[in-house]
T-cell receptor, first 114, second 116 residues
Framework: AQSVTQLDSQVPVFEEAPVELRCNYS??????LFWYVQYPNQGLQLLLK??????LVKSINGFEAEFNKSQTSFHLRKPSVHISDTAEYFC????????????FGKGTTLSVSS | GAVVSQHPSRVICKSGTSVKIECRSL??????MFWYRQFPKQSLMLMAT?????????EQGVEKDKFLINHASLTLSTLTVTSAHPEDSSFYIC????????????FGEGSRLTVL
């Protein structure tokens, strides 16, 4: 079975500051890793994913995450955040095969203020 | 990307009634869909795996008689909350994997159930 730990429940930052949201996972098999973002009263939107290949993955809005197998981590980073990045961020893991569900971390609330 | 649609997006019902939530994959077929429940300001909890043409697989602690799941076609899964009570009020989200692709799950917009 897999599990996900998001170490920070809330991360407050100022606009244009860098941010890192931490995610660690545990699994006995190879995994896929995901970051999802959820705005208030909305569903989930995929931010980025690691399936295979390059361990550094990037989103179109400036976020990136690096898969570190030895540390079983998949931390999310952005060098300069905007007010509009304020949202709930979920790290998720699944086995790397079809038909398996995603297991989510508890989420991190990113609050960006001016 | 692939699209998953949920309906209704919001529903309010009286205690004791049953509510059905639909989850459709609009442009792909999904032999497997997943139902999650999200409490306010909490994470998503996997409730069950919906399998086309067979019984759903429920996670530990989820009452199968209360949360009825039917996956009658490759594009539709339904979740029926039977004899709803206020504690069933929650945000229910379905997801499906486009098996043509490498592994991404696509999520519906969610359905907010309020039981009075």
């Amino acid at each position: 079975a897999q599990s996900v730990t998001q170490l920070d429940s809330q991360v407050p930052v100022f606009e244009e500051a860098p941010v890192e949201l931490r995610c660690n996972y545990s699994s006995s098999v190879s995994v896929y890793l995901f970051w999802y973002v959820q705005y208030p009263n909305q569903g989930l939107q995929l931010l980025l994913k690691y399936l295979s290949g390059s361990t550094l993955v990037k989103s179109i809005n400036g976020f990136e995450a690096e898969f570190n197998k030895s540390q079983t981590s998949f931390h999310l980073r952005k060098p300069s955040v905007h007010i509009s990045d304020t949202a709930e961020y979920f790290c998720a893991v699944s086995e790397n095969q079809a038909g398996t569900a995603l297991i989510f971390g508890k989420g991190t609330t990113l609050s960006v203020s001016s | 990307g692939a699209v998953v649609s949920q309906h209704p997006s919001r529903v309010i019902c009286k205690s004791g009634t049953s509510v059905k939530i639909e989850c459709r994959s609009l442009d792909f077929q999904a032999t497997t869909m997943f139902w999650y429940r999200q409490f306010p300001k909490q994470s998503l909890m996997l409730m069950a795996t919906s399998n086309e043409g067979s019984k759903a697989t429920y996670e530990q602690g989820v009452e199968k008689d209360k949360f009825l799941i039917n996956h009658a076609s490759l594009t539709l899964s339904t979740l029926t909350v039977t004899s709803a009570h206020p504690e069933d009020s929650s945000f229910y989200i379905c997801s499906a994997r486009d098996e043509r692709g490498p592994g991404e799950l696509f999520f519906g917009e969610g359905s907010r159930l309020t039981v009075l």
